[in-house]
């Protein structure tokens, strides 16, 4: 039987016996004896109690703190989220102008054409490309173009930093710049 059960066992009894010791009237010693050992029981039961109860008690406020510092971090870690998530709109909203901006500019930059223009000898040769972030372009049969644009019924799918990749009908394939040109470039179409 553990301590607290036999206190409370001690403390529910120890009346009890006390109250029989007075009434059957044994001796005095036995009646002292008994009443101390109750009030002792007693008093042992409600110390214990209130000692359990103050460390309880303190062990809730502890973690009631560390709660609210807990809520607080989260409340300062979703404030610190959400002007991130402004600053990124902002610079993607940024970026997106930069890029129009960009894209006009280069277009609108007069190239010099000449009058007589000679066919490449080599249709589809990749001689340079300009890659940026905002909108990178290729040099093609001496001809500036960009993703989306068609040459010699070549459509341009991506402009990476070092290849170009491009469709004709269900073709697909990467060049390199100076590469030899595949011989889809000079095909018909069907």
């Given at each position: 039987?553990?301590?607290?059960v036999?206190?409370?066992?001690?403390?529910?009894y120890?009346?009890v016996?006390?109250?029989e010791?007075f009434?059957t009237?044994?001796?005095?010693?036995?009646r002292?004896?008994a009443a101390?050992i109750a009030?002792i029981l007693?008093?042992?039961y409600a110390?214990r109690t209130?000692k359990?109860?103050a460390?309880a008690?303190e062990k809730?406020?502890?973690?009631?703190?560390?709660?609210?510092n807990?809520r607080?971090?989260?409340a300062?870690a979703?404030?610190e989220?959400?002007?991130?998530?402004?600053?990124?709109?902002e610079?993607t909203g940024q970026?997106?102008?930069?890029?129009e901006?960009?894209?006009r500019?280069?277009?609108?930059?007069?190239i010099?054409?000449e009058?007589e223009r000679?066919p490449?000898?080599t249709p589809?040769?990749?001689t340079?490309?300009?890659?940026?972030?905002g909108?990178?372009s290729?040099?093609?049969d001496?001809e500036?173009?960009y993703?989306?644009d068609?040459?010699?019924?070549?459509?341009?799918i991506?402009?990476?930093q070092?290849?170009v990749?491009?469709?004709?009908?269900?073709?697909?394939?990467?060049?390199r710049?100076?590469?030899?040109?595949?011989p889809?470039w000079t095909?018909?179409?069907?």
């Amino acid at each position: 039987m553990t301590n607290s059960v036999m206190s409370v066992l001690l403390c529910t009894y120890a009346p009890v016996l006390l109250l029989e010791a007075f009434m059957t009237k044994t001796g005095v010693v036995i009646r002292i004896l008994a009443a101390g050992i109750a009030t002792i029981l007693i008093i042992n039961y409600a110390f214990r109690t209130s000692k359990e109860q103050a460390a309880a008690e303190e062990k809730i406020t502890t973690l009631r703190i560390q709660l609210n510092n807990m809520r607080a971090k989260l409340a300062e870690a979703n404030a610190e989220i959400t002007t991130l998530q402004t600053r990124i709109g902002e610079l993607t909203g940024q970026l997106a102008s930069r890029s129009e901006i960009e894209r006009r500019l280069r277009k609108s930059i007069p190239i010099e054409v000449e009058p007589e223009r000679k066919p490449s000898a080599t249709p589809g040769l990749v001689t340079a490309i300009l890659y940026t972030i905002g909108g990178s372009s290729v040099v093609i049969d001496d001809e500036i173009l960009y993703e989306g644009d068609t040459i010699h019924g070549v459509g341009i799918i991506k402009i990476n930093q070092d290849t170009v990749e491009f469709a004709k009908g269900a073709h697909r394939w990467t060049q390199r710049i100076n590469q030899p040109p595949p011989p889809v470039w000079t095909q018909k179409k069907k």
